[in-house]
């Protein structure tokens, strides 16, 4: 009978689990996070609601995988190429005040919210709710990257530079906390380890990470990630078990080793098809059942039967606001009251990780299980309501025609046509000339040439022609060209195209990463095609319905299949280029990161879809 009861509340948990995105898609409940929504459900059919369901065996393993997976996920969020400072390190926009390092504001922030939550800890000890500063203080600190991210996905504010800011805030904060609740649980956890025996889990992070660099690109591991074997996915939960057990083995909380797990395969750059099979298995599965038994075990009613806990939950959420706010405010040198206001409002959202801590401390007993349900329910009022108000406040302004600047090194006839050819709301060409005789100075009525005492790489510099986001360089000495066009990738350019008609010089070039055009290969390659395929020639060469490449740059469409891509134009998607496949595309076929796509269509509707998918690329 009891074993019957177990199965009856297993198959419940994964019902509503199942259920509960269908709910929140057809009541057009779009701005609550599934995460919160899950909870919700759960409060109503646990101790909250019908008391329908009551955790087992079975359900505990389940919710504990949930919450495993989900720390582990949270570690694989984590981009350490932010951690450079992003593309743009303070460079200025036209009509714009000069935009922050990314990094350096990020870091400064998180410092003032560490210190803002330190001091109103103490306010709440003195208050008599809580008795350790400690927890308190990395509670008050935390921001859910869970929320963070997909609401900066929504918004298309993942390239922008205060995109940038408020998700390198919460990436910190997430590492931060998470390390400093190991050490926490190290110091006043009685059955635990001591604070030093975390080098010991982190010393074989450093091992492994090591281990998995070198076997990562071996042609044998290659071989066996597909199919049957799949070993990528049998490495990662290899790696996780291995070093939750570790992490319990030290002392620290098993959801340190996961989300150490997950930094390692982070740092270990995994390609996007195994990182949305693991996002696909976590949220599909273990994640949902862990946030269902979290609203099961919430008993509401508890909470509200003591005035000083009702008393906690608004003082709470003022605390997290300020914590936030008062040290966001550095934004306001840069952005605007209203963009500073929801930047706040949206690293005021916490969740995975004031349960981890709750969890915790309930555990050792340094709160009661309704204090514990009052800092749960708390994190679940901040995610639901820290979007819906950064969507409000962030204002919307009208998307920048940003163009992408390509810069002509010599003026002939080839690049002045070209360039001429470019002129557009996409493209800015400038080209780039010697000075010229007065005699030589008939191209000047036609064309705008910016003039140069000559091509040395110090000149270039001066005239900020390495600022351009591609170069084309076509002066009449090879050797020059091949020069400068190294010059310009050693600066970071991130496409050069160079005239080069030596084939040894070409293949040198090449491996530089320059992309290399000759004039005589070029035509008799042209010749050849109009003699055996005249029908391509005319899709190459007829502006309207000519094949155009575009770069899949937007990640709000990462994922998303042709079938639901929301673009109406006059549009056909002829080829999808990814690494070294050639895909033919359909309905099923899903879009990705830094795919190369072949289309043809109206060159209005081609334009429009190039600005939707580059978007924000070259900003």
Known sequence: MEQHASITSLVIVIIVAFLTPIILHRLKLSFIPVVVAEIIMGLIIGKSGFNIVHEDAWLSTLSTLGFLFLMFLSGLEIDFTAFSGGKNKGRAKPNSKKEPNTFVVASVIFVGIFIASLGLSYLFVLAGFIENVFLMTLIISTISLGVVVPTLKDAHLMKTNIGQ??????????????????????????????????????????????????????????????????????????????????????????????????????????????????????????????????????????????????????????????????????????????????????????????????????????????????????????????????????????????????????????????????????????????????????????????????????????????????????TGNPDLNATIAVSAKERGVERVIARIESPDLAEQAQEEGIEVFSVLRSTESLLRAMIESPGVMTILTHQENSLHEIRMLNDHFDGMTLRRFPFTGDVIFVRILRENESIVPHGDTELRLNDRLIVTGSKEYVDELKRELEFCFWC
């Open 165 to 474: 800011i408020i998700l390198l805030v919460a990436v910190i904060a997430d590492l931060a906390t998470m390390i400093l609740l190991a050490v926490f649980v190290s110091l006043y956890d009685t059955g635990g380890g001591n604070t030093w025996l975390l080098l010991v889990l982190f010393a074989a992070g450093v091992a492994l990470y090591f281990i998995g660099r070198s076997f990562k690109n071996r042609t044998f591991i290659n071989a066996l990630s597909t199919g049957t074997t799949q070993i990528g996915t049998r490495a990662v939960f290899a790696l996780i078990i291995l070093l939750v057990a570790i992490s319990e083995t030290v002392g620290a909380e098993n959801i340190l080793g996961a989300f150490l797990a997950g930094v390692l395969v982070s740092l270990l750059a995994p390609d996007q098809e195994m990182v949305h099979k693991l996002d696909s298995f976590g949220y599909g599965f273990l994640i949902p059942i862990f946030f269902v038994m979290v609203g099961v075990e919430l008993d509401l009613w508890s909470l509200f039967s003591e005035k000083k806990l009702l008393l906690l939950i608004p003082l709470l959420l003022l605390a997290l606001f300020l914590s936030k706010m008062v040290p966001v405010y550095l934004l306001k040198k840069w952005y605007d009251t209203k963009t500073v206001l929801a930047a706040g409002f949206l690293l005021t959202s916490t969740l995975s990780l004031v349960i981890a801590a709750a969890t915790i401390g309930e555990r050792m007993e340094m709160i009661s299980p309704q204090m514990s349900g009052t800092l749960i329910l708390v994190a679940v009022i901040s995610s639901v309501l820290t979007p819906i108000l950064f969507k409000k406040l962030f204002p919307e302004e009208k998307a920048e025609e940003v163009k992408v600047k390509v810069a002509f090194i010599g003026a002939n006839q080839m690049t002045l046509p070209v360039s001429r050819a470019l002129q557009s709301s996409l493209y800015e060409p400038v080209i780039f000339h010697t000075k010229q005789d007065k005699a030589e100075k008939l191209a000047d009525t036609v064309f705008e040439i910016i003039e140069i005492d000559n091509y040395d790489i110090d000149t270039l510099d001066k005239v900020e022609v390495y600022d351009a986001n591609i170069i084309v360089i076509s």
